[in-house]
C-alpha cells in the first residue's frame, strides 16, 4: 500500500503535535510507517517525520557516515535543501551517528534568538526502542507532575542539550524515533532531572 | 464537470507551513509564531486563524464543534461548520463530550476537556501589548526582554481610574511564567480553565499572521497586583432561566415586558444538554 500523502501525513502530524504537546509520551505510527517508501539507512519513522515537516522552504542537514543516501532521499521526496549543520531548520541524526559527532553539531546549530526564538533548529534523533526504563524524570509544561523520559540519555548529551536550551525562550526541541514507529518529544521546556541512583560527581 | 475540493480547503504545502509553526508554538508556550496566513474564503477577523488551525488539524476520525460566543447556532459557527463539512466529510456535534476537535470564538467550554480534546481559539489581537505599543518591532522586543510593565501599567491606569480592573475580555495571562498572552477576548470566568488544561489549547490569528498555544499541565496565571487580586465574573445568587445552571457565566438580558433583569446560560449547548437531562428524570418519575 502507498503513503496517502494527505490523510497519512495528517496522522502522524496529530501524533507527532500531542507528543511535543506531552513531553514522554509515546505515539506508535508503526501502521503509517509501514506503507512508507523506505530508506535503508534510516528508521520509517525518521523519514515519515521528514516527510510531514520538510518541504521546498525549509533546510536540513543529515549527519553521521551514511548520509549521503538518506541526504539525497528526503531531498527528493520533500524538495527541501540540504544546509550546513550551523544552518539547517531540521538536523537529522541517524542511528548510527557517533555521539562525539552529535554533540558537535549541537552545540553549532540554530537555537533561535530572545526575539525570534522559532528561528531554531528542531531535531529528529533516532534511538534504540523508545520506553524502556531510562532512569531519568522529565517535567515541565505538558507533564502532569513527571514523567519517564523515553530514551536512555547520556550525561554528555543532557547538559550539551541544557545548555543549548539555557537562555530560554532560545534553544532547540528534540524529536526521537525508534525502529518501531515509535515517536516521543523534548521540547526546550522540559527540564531533565538527573540519571537516578547515581552519585553526584564534583 | 466538478473537480473535488482538496480534504479541508487547505492545499498540502499550506497545511506543512501551518504545522511547524504549530509545533514552534508548543514548544515555546505563550510565544506568538509567525506564520504565512491563508486567505480563505471568509473575511479576515472572522476567525480565518483559527479556521486555519482546525484546516491543518483535521482528520477523517474526527468529529467536530464550532463554537461563537458560547453559540452553536450562530452566522460564524455555522459557517464555519459548512466548509468544513463539505471539504472533510467529518461529522459536526453540539456536544462538548463528543468532539475531538472544538474551534472556539471567545469561550471555553463548560464541560472540562479532555486529554483526547484539542481547543482551537480564534483571535483577533494577539499582541497583549499592542494597546500599550503600536510597533511590532518593539513588542517583539519587550517581549525578548521579558519587558511587560506596559502590560501592568494598564491594569494599574484601570484601578486608579475605576477602582478595578475593567478588562472585560481578553484578560492579559502569564504563561509558564515567562510571556504574557492575551488568551483571545474570552471572559475573565474561563481564564481559570486555561491553568493546567488537560487538552492542549491552540490559539490563531488569521489577519495578524499568529499561532501560539498552551501546552497541557502548563500553568497560566492572569495578570493581578497582591492588593487587587484577579476576580473572574462574579454570578452567585444567580441562575439560568432555562435550566437553572449556578456556577456558569451567564448572559444578562432585560426583560422589556416585565422591566426585569434575567439570565440565562451562555453556553448553549451545556443548556440545552442540562435541559434534556431534565426531561429524561421528569419522564422517568412521573406519577399520574
Redesign the interface.
Known amino acids: 500500500m502507498q503513503l496517502d500523502?494527505?490523510?497519512d501525513?495528517?496522522?502522524v502530524?496529530?501524533e507527532?503535535?500531542?507528543c511535543?504537546?506531552?513531553p514522554g509520551k509515546i505515539a506508535d505510527t508503526r501502521e503509517t510507517a509501514a506503507k512508507a517508501d523506505l530508506i535503508r539507512e534510516c528508521h520509517p519513522a525518521t523519514f515519515l517525520v521528514a516527510q510531514?515537516?520538510l518541504?521546498a522552504?525549509?533546510t536540513f542537514h543529515v549527519l553521521g557516515d551514511r548520509a549521503e543516501n538518506i541526504r539525497r532521499k528526503i531531498a527528493d521526496y520533500t524538495f527541501a535543501a540540504h544546509a550546513p549543520a550551523e544552518e539547517a531548520d531540521y538536523i537529522i541524526a541517524p542511528l548510527c551517528t557517533s555521539e562525539p559527532e552529535l554533540l558537535e553539531a549541537m552545540q553549532a546549530c540554530k537555537a533561535g534568538?530572545?526575539?525570534?526564538?522559532?528561528d531554531?533548529a528542531?531535531w529528529i534523533i533516532e534511538s534504540g526502542a523508545l520506553g524502556e526504563p531510562a532512569g531519568r524524570k522529565l517535567s515541565g509544561?505538558?507533564?502532569?507532575d513527571e514523567a519517564d523520559a523515553p530514551i536512555a540519555l547520556s550525561d554528555a548529551f543532557v547538559s550539551t542539550r541544557n545548555r543549548k536550551t539555557q537562555e530560554?525562550?532560545a534553544g532547540i526541541?528534540l524529536i526521537f524515533t525508534d525502529s518501531d514507529g515509535g515517536i516521543s518529544c523534548i521540547?526546550?521546556?522540559t527540564a531533565i532531572s538527573a540519571k537516578e541512583g547515581s552519585a553526584w560527581v564534583m | 464537470m466538478r473537480a473535488e475540493p482538496q480534504?479541508a480547503f487547505l492545499d498540502?504545502?499550506s497545511?506543512?507551513?501551518i504545522?511547524?509553526?504549530?509545533?514552534?508554538?508548543?514548544?515555546?508556550?505563550g510565544?506568538q509564531?509567525?506564520f504565512a496566513s491563508r486567505e480563505m474564503p471568509m473575511a479576515r477577523g472572522w476567525g480565518t486563524g483559527g479556521l486555519q488551525l482546525t484546516c491543518?488539524?483535521?482528520?477523517?476520525d474526527d468529529v467536530l464543534k464550532v463554537i461563537d460566543q458560547g453559540a452553536d447556532e450562530s452566522v460564524n459557527a455555522v459557517s464555519i461548520k459548512k466548509l468544513i463539512r463539505a471539504t472533510t466529510g467529518i461529522p459536526v456535534t453540539e456536544r462538548t463530550e463528543e468532539a475531538t476537535l472544538i474551534q472556539s470564538r471567545h469561550r471555553i467550554p463548560e464541560v472540562p476537556l479532555t486529554?483526547e480534546q484539542i481547543l482551537v481559539l480564534q483571535v483577533p489581537t494577539p499582541e497583549p501589548l499592542r494597546q500599550y505599543e503600536k510597533k511590532e518591532s518593539v513588542t517583539?522586543?519587550l517581549?525578548?526582554?521579558s519587558e511587560y510593565s506596559g502590560a501592568w501599567l494598564m491594569l494599574f491606569e484601570q484601578i486608579m481610574k475605576y477602582g478595578r480592573t475593567t478588562t472585560g475580555a481578553d484578560h492579559p495571562v502569564l504563561v509558564?511564567g515567562?510571556?504574557v498572552m492575551a488568551p483571545s477576548p474570552i471572559p475573565r470566568f474561563d481564564n481559570p480553565k486555561m491553568d493546567?488544561s488537560e487538552a492542549?489549547i491552540l490559539l490563531g490569528a488569521g489577519r495578524e499572521k499568529k499561532i501560539y498555544?498552551v501546552?497541557?499541565?502548563?500553568?497560566i496565571r492572569s495578570l493581578a497586583f497582591e492588593d487587587h487580586p484577579f476576580e473572574g465574573e462574579d454570578f452567585s445568587g444567580k441562575s439560568c432561566r432555562f435550566c437553572g445552571a449556578t456556577g456558569v457565566f451567564l448572559d444578562e438580558l432585560h426583560v422589556e415586558e416585565t422591566g426585569m433583569t434575567e439570565y440565562q446560560c451562555n453556553d448553549t449547548s451545556h443548556c440545552a444538554d442540562r435541559l434534556e437531562r431534565q426531561d429524561e428524570k421528569e419522564v422517568q418519575h412521573a406519577t399520574i
Open positions: 500523502s494527505v490523510h501525513i495528517q496522522k502530524y496529530r507527532l503535535l500531542q511535543m504537546a506531552r510531514t515537516l518541504d522552504e525549509v534568538t530572545l526575539e525570534n526564538p522559532h531554531s528542531l509544561p505538558g507533564i502532569k530560554f525562550p526541541d521540547p526546550r521546556t | 480534504f498540502e504545502g497545511k506543512k507551513e504545522r511547524r509553526a504549530t509545533l514552534k508554538a508548543v514548544a515555546i508556550p510565544y509564531v509567525p491543518s488539524l483535521v482528520g477523517k486529554k517583539k522586543r517581549h525578548a526582554e509558564n515567562r510571556y493546567h492542549l498555544a501546552p497541557p499541565y502548563t500553568d
